[in-house]
């Protein structure tokens, strides 16, 4: 073995040296490796016996309180008090009725602007009627009457201007029920024809077009008494002079109409 070195080393220890520099012999470096590997051995035991002892030194109780500590402090940063829960849906309750109120003032002036164009359709429907009848709607015979087609538009029409204005706001099919028909069966349609909702009468912020009780005392001379019956918002005006017009002739007939006495003007 010693033979191996010695040969081994032969060719080493005949190079020369680099300039400036000083060769070391062999036996040296040989112990300064055994000395290294030593070193890593005797740390190798030192750092296991180091961490069995960590793990021993805290009881199995110990670990649990620690790490259940650990999970209470993260639960305690990640959860709402009850001052914030509650601040936090005051803000929401103030922006849903901010909202609210936006929405809703939005909705009224779609609805006012709504009854405006209904009572442009209304006096656009009487400059229609006055061109092409030479008069204004007349105001029917009385609260006891209600509109005949079957009489036109001039002074034998028993309806007011509600009904004389129909045609002219796209409401004719409303306006001809009853024509042509017997009295018995006239007096059924015009009925129906009082339960008949016209959405351009009514005002978007009052309310809509629907039917309600009809709680009139006075009988009808020319149709069955309906159950329920539409409504109007808007009236007219038909001047300075305040008309009592009653309750109007007994019949359509011609000596009933002659004969009635109608109200002088008031």
């Known amino acids: 073995m010693g033979n191996m070195n010695n040969a081994g080393l032969s060719d080493t220890s005949r190079r020369s040296p680099p300039t400036g520099s000083k060769a070391l012999p062999w036996?040296?470096?040989?112990?300064?490796?055994?000395?290294?590997?030593?070193?890593?051995?005797?740390?190798?035991?030192?750092?296991?016996?180091?961490?069995?002892?960590?793990?021993?030194?805290?009881?199995?109780?110990?670990?649990?309180?620690?790490?259940?500590?650990?999970?209470?402090?993260?639960?305690?940063?990640?959860?709402?008090?009850?001052v914030e829960l509650l601040v936090v849906i005051a803000i929401i309750g103030i922006l849903v009725g901010l909202l609210l109120s936006a929405v809703q003032a939005a909705r009224e002036a779609a609805r006012?602007?709504?009854?405006?164009?209904?009572?442009?359709?209304?006096?656009?429907?009487?400059?229609?009627?006055?061109?092409?009848?030479?008069?204004?709607?007349?105001?029917?015979?009385?609260?006891?009457?209600?509109?005949?087609?079957?009489?036109?538009?001039?002074?034998?029409?028993?309806?007011?201007?509600?009904?004389?204005?129909?045609?002219?706001?796209?409401?004719?099919?409303v306006r001809q029920?009853?024509?042509?028909?017997?009295?018995?069966?006239?007096?059924?349609?015009?009925?129906?024809?009082?339960?008949?909702?016209?959405?351009?009468?009514?005002?978007?912020?009052?309310?809509?077009?629907?039917l309600f009780p009809y709680l009139s005392a006075y009988p009808l001379r020319n149709s069955d008494l309906p159950t329920t019956a539409a409504k109007s918002d808007y009236a007219i005006n038909g001047g300075s002079l305040q008309i009592n017009s009653g309750q109007g002739p007994d019949s359509h007939s011609d000596t009933d109409v002659r004969a009635y006495s109608w109200p002088p003007l008031i």
Not at 156 to 169: A, K, R, S, T
Not at 192 to 203: A, E, F, I
Request: aromatic share 6%; glycine share 10%; hydrophobic share 30%.
């Open 177 to 210: 029920q009853g024509n042509g028909l017997s009295p018995a069966s006239r007096r059924a349609a015009l009925q129906r024809m009082l339960s008949s909702t016209v959405s351009t009468l009514n005002c978007p912020s009052r309310r809509g077009s629907e």
């Open 27 to 82: 036996k040296t470096l040989n112990c300064r490796l055994c000395l290294s590997s030593l070193r890593l051995l005797a740390l190798g035991p030192r750092c296991d016996a180091r961490q069995s002892l960590g793990n021993s030194a805290f009881p199995g109780g110990a670990r649990e309180r620690v790490a259940m500590s650990e999970a209470e402090k993260r639960s305690q940063h990640s959860a709402f008090t009850l």
């Open 112 to 173: 006012r602007m709504q009854c405006n164009n209904n009572l442009k359709q209304i006096g656009l429907a009487i400059q229609m009627h006055e061109s092409s009848h030479r008069h204004l709607p007349t105001g029917g015979w009385g609260n006891a009457w209600v509109g005949d087609p079957n009489y036109g538009f001039g002074q034998q029409q028993p309806g007011g201007w509600v009904f004389n204005i129909l045609p002219y706001i796209e409401q004719d099919n």
